[in-house]
Nanobody, 121 residues
Framework: QVQLVESGGGLVQPGGSLTLSCAASGSIFNINVMGWYRQAPGKQREMVATATSGGSTNYADSVEGRFTISRDNAKKTVYLRVNALKPEGTAIYYC???????????????WGQGTQITISS
C-alpha cells in the first residue's frame, strides 16, 4: 500500500506565504515524478508544479516565479513553497506522484487527500 499525506495548508492573507509538504509512505521501490495540483471551487484540477527524481522542474505560467517545488528523495517528500499568494490561488492543493511499488511490482499514479489554502484578508 502506498500513501501520500499532505500538510501545511491554511488561511493566509493576500501576498502571504506558505510551505506545503507531501510525504509518501508504504511499499515504495522508486518515486519518479512528484507534483502539486490544485482545484479551485467550480474549476477543473490543474497542474501547479512538478519535479522529477533527477531535479527537473516544471511550473504553470500562473505561478512561475512565485512558487518553488523541491524534493527530499531520502525522506520521500515533496515541498511547495508558495509566495505572493493571490486570492485566485484559493483552492485545494493535491500532491500527485508516479511511484513504483516493491510488491506487487507495479507502477502507478497516486494522489494525496488534499490540503486547503484559503487566501483572504
Amino acid at each position: 500500500q502506498v500513501q501520500l499525506v499532505e500538510s501545511g495548508g491554511g488561511l493566509v492573507q493576500p501576498g502571504g506565504s506558505l510551505t506545503l509538504s507531501c510525504a509518501a509512505s508504504g511499499s515504495i521501490f522508486n518515486i519518479n515524478v512528484m507534483g502539486w495540483y490544485r482545484q479551485a471551487p467550480g474549476k477543473q484540477r490543474e497542474m501547479v508544479a512538478t519535479a522529477t527524481s533527477g531535479g527537473s522542474t516544471n511550473y504553470a505560467d500562473s505561478v512561475e516565479g512565485r512558487f518553488t517545488i523541491s524534493r527530499d528523495n531520502a525522506k520521500k517528500t515533496v515541498y511547495l513553497r508558495v509566495n505572493a499568494l493571490k486570492p485566485e490561488g484559493t483552492a485545494i492543493y493535491y500532491c500527485k506522484s508516479n511511484i513504483s511499488r516493491t510488491w506487487p511490482r507495479a507502477t502507478g499514479t497516486y494522489w494525496g487527500q488534499g490540503t486547503q489554502i484559503t487566501i483572504s484578508s
